[in-house]
């Protein structure tokens, strides 16, 4: 027991879930905007919050700079990125031919439950429309989507889409306000349900990709006139 215990130790084995833990922590903060783009994070200051040495911090650093969440500058410390066009330009095509990728898949996969939870997402994105409530549109936006993608049945894609997902409602936190033609994003979401119920694969994976593509040029005009 002695001998694999020094084995183990020489190993220097990582504490990985700590550091998942950490990073998805910090990540979570910069989503919701509680920590802002060109803020530092500093590492004595995060060591004490949660009461960790400083490995986990750093290799959460390093998970976050892989994410695109942060730049690490040598001699400088950990800045939070700032969302720029090439990451919004970089991020939205990609995920819409994924996520479309993702719904023709999951149109003949789809049971009855799932087709009602999606009802009842796309139902709460309305009351949250009429309430003026940007966060609870986006909640149950996010819903309607993890529904169809989740059964697409490709672990790969939904791997991936997690990732360009967790970005994009990055962006979407660090401003949001309801277009006027919300309207006509609802009618979209109900269409996409309609070939869902349907399992017409081609038409859905077709509205959802031009969904996505469709919100690139409100997002690059937003940061434009920052």
């Given at each position: 027991m002695g001998n694999l215990s020094e084995k183990i130790k020489k190993l220097n084995v990582k504490p990985i879930i700590l550091?998942?833990?950490?990073s998805k922590a910090l990540s979570d903060l910069i989503i919701e905007?509680?920590?802002?783009?060109?803020?530092?994070?500093?590492?004595a200051t995060l060591q004490k919050q949660f009461s960790i040495s400083?490995?986990?911090i750093r290799e959460a650093f390093r998970v976050l700079e892989k994410n695109g969440f942060v730049e690490i500058i040598p001699r400088k410390g950990t800045f939070v990125k700032k969302i720029s066009e090439k990451n919004v330009k970089e991020n939205f095509p990609i995920r819409a031919y994924l996520e479309?990728?993702?719904?023709?898949?999951?149109?003949?996969?789809?049971s009855f439950k799932d087709i009602g939870k999606m009802k009842?997402?796309?139902?709460s994105m309305e009351k949250a429309t009429q309430k003026q409530d940007h966060k609870r549109y986006l909640k149950h936006h996010i819903e309607f989507h993890d529904i169809f993608i989740k059964v697409c049945g490709?672990?790969?894609?939904?791997?991936?889409?997690?990732?360009?997902r967790r970005e994009a409602f990055w962006f979407r936190s660090s401003y949001f306000l309801f277009r006027t033609d919300i309207e006509n994003i609802l009618d979209l979401?109900?269409?996409?349900?309609?070939?869902?119920?349907?399992?017409?694969?081609?038409?859905a994976e077709h509205l959802v990709k031009m969904h996505i593509l469709d919100a690139l040029d409100e997002f690059v005009n937003h940061i434009r006139s920052l």
């Open positions: 550091v998942d833990q950490v905007g509680s920590l802002k783009g060109g803020e530092q994070l500093v590492e400083k490995s986990p479309g990728f993702a719904a023709a898949l999951a149109a003949s996969r789809l009842k997402a796309l139902s490709n672990d790969s894609l939904i791997d991936i889409l997690e990732r360009l979401h109900h269409e996409i349900l309609k070939y869902f119920i349907e399992k017409d694969g081609s038409k």
